[in-house]
């Protein structure tokens, strides 16, 4: 998504820099990284931040960590709501025009009897929430904190993210995973969003200058069987046909996690993500359609990924 957003701000004709680590791959953005001017920072380096905002007017937040390994939990909570803390009073102390967040839908409530979720949910201590809903939740509280002290923002609440990517991390793995073939399908469904669109929807609430506001970003929810058998038939692949019951997926969890312990890898598939992807969650996207914003159909979502798979 980020490279996404640097490439689309270049064709705006914007001035852009952005903040890059040591460790940072530009694969992604190769035939634009010189249109870009690069600060070396990080979000938990306050002085780095500093310099990278000095005589900026806007700031795109999209920085996180998105794991469900508990290895990577501590460094989660970390980047996720102290980096957030940190941007945010960076940004208040350099004058900032105005900030977008990239929250999340995880940050936001659960509702039970398949009632939708809407930007006005309240959060609430429950067992569902993973630790990565907790960290975006409370990164999201750092900035309406600097709402209240005078920061002009604006949140996003993205649901699941389908795009080009890393194949092999975050939700670009659905693909690898139905492409390699597989026998289950998870029971529950989600709200899903192209990554285009989230760009999109950033830069469109960015010039609007809408403030103190949250917006769900969802095109449509779908359930994963269905998902899933949309990316069998355009990889014409066998579809899954065996249901991801509890018991199934403890025990999937469990061999997957022993045997990543084994190898020294870091394990595809947790406790979290298998309760995460068994419940079935509900999202409202009215908001932000009544502010003009309109989505890309799915399927001409997944269309477009499976072709850029086969053809990676």
């Known amino acids: 998504m980020g490279s996404k957003l640097l490439k689309r701000l270049i064709e705006d004709g914007e001035t852009v820099r952005a903040i890059c680590r040591k ?4 694969d992604q953005i190769k035939e634009i990284k010189d249109k870009i001017e690069w600060v070396e920072a990080d979000v938990l380096d306050v002085p780095s931040l500093e310099m990278a905002m000095k005589d900026i007017n806007q700031v795109y937040h999209c920085a996180a960590l998105v794991s469900f390994n508990p290895s990577k939990r501590e460094s989660m909570y970390q980047i996720n709501i102290e980096g957030t803390a940190n941007v945010v009073n960076v940004a208040l102390n350099a004058n900032i025009d105005r900030l977008v967040h990239v929250s999340s839908i995880a940050a936001l409530g659960r509702v039970k009897d398949g009632a939708k979720i809407d930007e006005s949910t309240m959060w609430e201590d429950s067992s569902d929430n993973s ?6 939740y409370r990164s999201e509280q750092e900035v309406w904190r600097g709402i209240a002290e005078g920061l002009n923002a604006v949140i996003v609440n993205p649901s699941v993210i389908l795009g080009e990517g890393n194949w092999k991390t975050d939700s670009s793995s659905f693909f690898a995973t139905v492409h390699k073939g597989m026998p289950f399908y998870p029971v529950g469904c989600n709200g899903f969003v192209d990554s285009q669109d989230v760009v999109d929807a950033m830069v469109y609430l960015m010039e609007r200058g809408v403030s103190g506001e949250r ?7 779908i359930y994963y069987k269905d998902l899933f058998f949309m990316m069998a038939d355009q990889f014409n692949k066998k579809r899954p046909s065996l249901p991801l019951t509890k018991i199934i997926g403890a025990l999937i969890w469990r061999i997957v996690s022993v045997h990543s312990f084994i190898m020294g890898k870091t394990p595809v598939i947790t406790k979290e993500t298998v309760n995460t992807i068994s419940k079935k969650y509900f999202y409202d996207n009215s908001k ?15 269309m477009r990924c499976c072709k850029a798979y086969l053809d990676r």
């Not at 460790?23 to 530009?26: A, L, Q």
């Not at 917006?215 to 929810?221: D, G, K, R, T, V």
């Open 288 to 302: 932000i359609i009544a502010a003009g914003f309109n989505f890309r159909p799915p399927s001409e979502t997944i």
């Open 23 to 26: 460790s940072s791959r530009f």
């Open 131 to 136: 630790h990565y809903s907790i960290t975006k």
């Open 215 to 221: 917006f769900i970003l969802s095109a449509e929810n």
